[in-house]
C-alpha cells in the first residue's frame, strides 16, 4: 500500500485566497484525520471522519475551515478566505479500529506545508 | 479534560548515550498510550504502546511501561544511534462511544551527535 497520501506537498499563496488540501486515505481505513501542526500550538486535532461521515470538528478553528469526505478514497481540507495565521503543517492521517483491534494505530501522511503570505 | 504532559527539550545526546523522555498523562478511566516519532520532512509513525496498566511497549530498541499508579509512560533507549534523531511524541487515546481521538503531548526534539 502507498500509504497516506496529501497533495500538495507545499503550499503557498497569499492573504484571501481559497485554499484546498487534499487527502487519500489507506485503502479499507475506516476514520479520516486532520491535524494542524504549528510551533506554538503543536499538534491539534481538527477533525475526524468515520465512515466518511464528520464525527468530532470541535478543533476547528472558525467558520473559515471546513472539510468534506465524499467517499471512502478522498477527504479535502479548505481554506476560505486563508489568512497568515494559517501557516502550519497539515496532516491527514487514517486508521482502521476493524484491523487494529483494541487500540487504533493511526497512519500519518507527509502533510502539506502551507504559508500564507 | 484529558492531556498529556512532556518533557520539552530539546534534549541532545552523544551517539550510545542512556535517552530518558519524560511522559506523564491526565485522564480518567484507562486509556491507551503511544509514543509516534516525527523525522525531519515527514508525518508521525507509531514507535510504540501500551493498552493497559503494566504493558510495556518496545519497539526499534526503545521501551515505555505503563504506569497507572505515576499515570506516566516514559521513553527510554539504552543507546542512542544519530539515526534516532527526531521529534518524539507522546499520546493518549480514549474510546468512549466510539470517540477515536488521539491527545497529544508538545513533542521533544532529540538530537544525536556521533
Known amino acids: 500500500d502507498a500509504g497516506v497520501i496529501q497533495s500538495p506537498r507545499h503550499e503557498v499563496t497569499e492573504m484571501g485566497q481559497e485554499v484546498t488540501l487534499r487527502c487519500k486515505p489507506i485503502s479499507g481505513h475506516d476514520y479520516l484525520f486532520w491535524y494542524r501542526q504549528t510551533m506554538m500550538r503543536g499538534l491539534e486535532l481538527l477533525i475526524y471522519?468515520?465512515?466518511?461521515?464528520?464525527?468530532?470538528d470541535s478543533g476547528m478553528p472558525e467558520d473559515r475551515f471546513s472539510a468534506k469526505m465524499p467517499n471512502a478514497s478522498f477527504s479535502t481540507l479548505k481554506i476560505q478566505p486563508s489568512e497568515p495565521r494559517d501557516s502550519a503543517v497539515y496532516f491527514c492521517?487514517?486508521?482502521?479500529?476493524?484491523?487494529?483491534?483494541?487500540?487504533?494505530?493511526?497512519?500519518f501522511g507527509p502533510g502539506t506545508r502551507l504559508t500564507v503570505l | 479534560g484529558d492531556s498529556v504532559t512532556q518533557m520539552e527539550g530539546p534534549v541532545t545526546l552523544s551517539e550510545e548515550a542512556f535517552l530518558t523522555i519524560n511522559c506523564t498523562y491526565t485522564a480518567t478511566g484507562y486509556p491507551s498510550l503511544f509514543w509516534y516519532v516525527q523525522y525531519p520532512g515527514e508525518g508521525l509513525q507509531l514507535l510504540l504502546k501500551a493498552t493497559k496498566a503494566d504493558d510495556k511497549g518496545s519497539n526499534k530498541g526503545f521501551e515505555a511501561t505503563y504506569r497507572k499508579e505515576t499515570t506516566s509512560f516514559h521513553l527510554e533507549k539504552g543507546s542512542v544511534q544519530v539515526s534516532d534523531s527526531a521529534v518524539y511524541f507522546c499520546?493518549?487515546?480514549?474510546?468512549?462511544?466510539?470517540?477515536?481521538?488521539?491527545?497529544f503531548g508538545k513533542g521533544t526534539k532529540l538530537t544525536v551527535n556521533p
Open positions: 499520546a493518549l487515546m480514549k474510546s468512549r462511544g466510539g470517540s477515536e481521538k488521539l491527545v
Open positions: 471522519f468515520n465512515n466518511n461521515v464528520p464525527i468530532d
Open positions: 492521517a487514517s486508521s482502521s479500529r476493524l484491523l487494529a483491534g483494541v487500540s487504533n494505530e493511526q497512519f
